[in-house]
């Protein structure tokens, strides 16, 4: 690579100041909420005496074992039910090419950019009509449809490019087909199943307008939608706040930096075929 | 495998049908006449489950929407239909338009701003960026982008208040005149907003245009560099080009952020000062979960889905046609 001595420092210069600039954020509520509760500080002081209790505080008021146990709930009952039938739908239209397959992924791929809130006064009332309303289930059911779209029209993409010797060869010694999906789609669908599960987990756990709509119990709600609760109780106490925003942030953090190849491919891939 | 077929019919699908296999029994079983009927039922019960619940939670109030948006309701009492007056209303309250143009303001931020600088920062990267600082700042931009975008709005809540880091700094500077509560004035509320809106989509911009750069023929670069080509000539003649696609997609993805933005700015500014960042996913929260005004709640989102097809179509034709 021929580049000028200059101009490579020049770039590396620019590289540093944009992760400082992504960087110094959190740096600044780091330091802020180790500032005595209540206080107003600076946005960038290092406190004279840290006080480290305000994360222990800020832990038992947001009642953080709780939030995250309704968080992985959430997630669990969201994700895996979202792939299997998923999985099954664009196995249907990408691979058995079913009849009326190019209405049915005309249908989905109709919802890929409906915004959230197009729909949530509806859903709202459906909710409270079928008595969900204000219960974990009343964010998993309607989050589940939501990926659909996506969901379908990703794994349709995978399915739509593999040969279909693969399942004749298996048909002949007499699988049908529910064996044919599970024993050899299935597994050969893994790498697509990853990422679309990576992604879901992903914005299912910063969920916050359904949460903010249909579930009024914070401890009912995702992480984000918990924090946006959270947000309401401690606008005034700046410190507090930044704590426990912290807090929420680190479990993400910690998932973020331990599969970042993953997620960084999976989030690229997802924006790139949506 | 109830019904008994009395021979093996010719297979349509173009399938090889090997019947000197040992397990020639089983398959007369499978290969019957009705197999491509019996495939299609099994198959449309493989879509069946996704489809109820895409129907149930997306389809029907999809629906639900444009009819609520022909009726004046307020969710408890009967409804009485007043036809187009919801969508008429939108144009004529300056509150309700607003937010339709505040959209297309964020646009501008959202949108335009991380994309463009996005490239160039990109493209600079590219021809300095390799090895280790490569993929330390590819997970370190990328960051913003995995929180929950109501933390990036508190964060940045924080710092642009009175005594945040953004003032803190302008003070450091000498421009102690400038400072104020970024997201408390009207003149600079939706610059405010709009900043957090770069921290959060600059970074996926750029790691996306990044890979997209790795994937052109390194030889173009090459000779370009030959030709003794600098950055700007490089960035016109070969990045853009070539890079089309990826224009298209980082278009997308934030053109959508920006119309249907509602977490950073419910968090922010919920809309205010005024209504000087109101959007309308904000207003449609307002208008039917603190105003109970259904119907105009409605119409707006009918508005904004229709909004979001509107700019986005253009976006993708223009950008897949040229790729070929």
Partial sequence: MKVARGELWAGRTLLLVLMAFTILPFISIFMTALHPSGTVPGGFEWPANPQWINFLTAWNQAEMPKLLASSLFIVLAVVPAALVISTMAGYAIGLLKIPGARVLLFLFVFGLTLPFSGIIIPIYFLERALGIYNTRLAIVLPLIALYMPFAVFWMRAHFVNMPAEISEAARVDGATIWDLFWQIHVPLARPPIASLGILMAIWTWNQFLLCLVLVEDPTQRTMAGALGAFQGHYANDVPLLCAGTILILVPTLIVFILFQRQIISALLQGSIKG | MTMATPSKSTVTSGMTSDNRHPAAEISRRI??????????????????????????????????????????????????????????????????????????????????????????????????????????????????????????????????????????????????????????????????????????????????????????????????????????????????????????????????????????????????????????????????????????????????????????????????????
């Avoid at chain 2, 299609?40 to 629906?63: E, H, K, N, Q, S």
């Avoid at chain 2, 173009?220 to 030959?226: C, Q, T, V």
């Avoid at chain 2, 419910?266 to 109970?292: E, H």
């Fill in chain 2, 31 to 324: 290969f019957r006449p009705r197999k491509i009927r019996r495939e299609d039922v099994v198959g449309w019960l493989f879509v069946l489950p996704a489809l109820i619940m895409y129907t149930v939670f997306v389809i029907v109030p999809f629906i639900s929407t444009i009819q609520y948006s022909f009726f004046k309701w307020n969710g408890v009492s009967p409804a009485t239909w007043v036809g187009l007056r919801n969508y008429a209303n939108i144009f004529q309250v300056p509150n309700l338009i607003g937010t339709v143009i505040n959209a297309f303001w964020l646009v501008v931020w959202f949108s335009v701003i991380p994309v463009g600088l996005g490239l160039i920062v990109a493209s600079v990267i590219h021809r300095v960026a390799t090895g280790r600082l490569g993929t330390i700042s590819r997970t370190v931009l990328f960051l913003p982008q995995v929180i929950p975008l109501v933390a990036a709005g508190i964060i940045w809540g924080w710092l642009l208040a009175l005594p945040g880091l953004i003032n803190q700094s302008l003070k450091a500077f000498g421009l102690g005149a400038l400072t104020r509560a970024w997201l408390g004035d009207f003149d600079t509320a939706l610059p405010a907003v709009g900043m957090v809106g770069i921290w959060v989509l600059l970074g996926f911009c750029i790691v996306l245009l990044l890979t997209g750069m790795t994937k052109v023929d390194p030889s173009l670069y090459e000779s370009a560099r030959l030709d003794g080509a600098g950055w700007f000539t490089e960035f016109t003649a070969v990045t853009v080009p070539l890079l089309r696609y990826e224009i298209g997609v980082c278009l997308t993805v934030t053109v959508v952020a920006a119309l249907a933005a509602f977490d950073i700015i419910w968090v922010t500014t919920a809309g205010g000062p005024g209504s000087s960042t109101s959007v309308p996913g904000v207003q449609i929260y307002i208008l039917g979960f603190t105003q109970r005004a259904i119907g105009p709640a409605s119409a707006l989102a009918v508005m904004l889905m229709a909004l979001v097809v509107l700019v986005i179509i253009p976006i993708q034709y223009l950008t897949k046609e040229k790729k070929q």
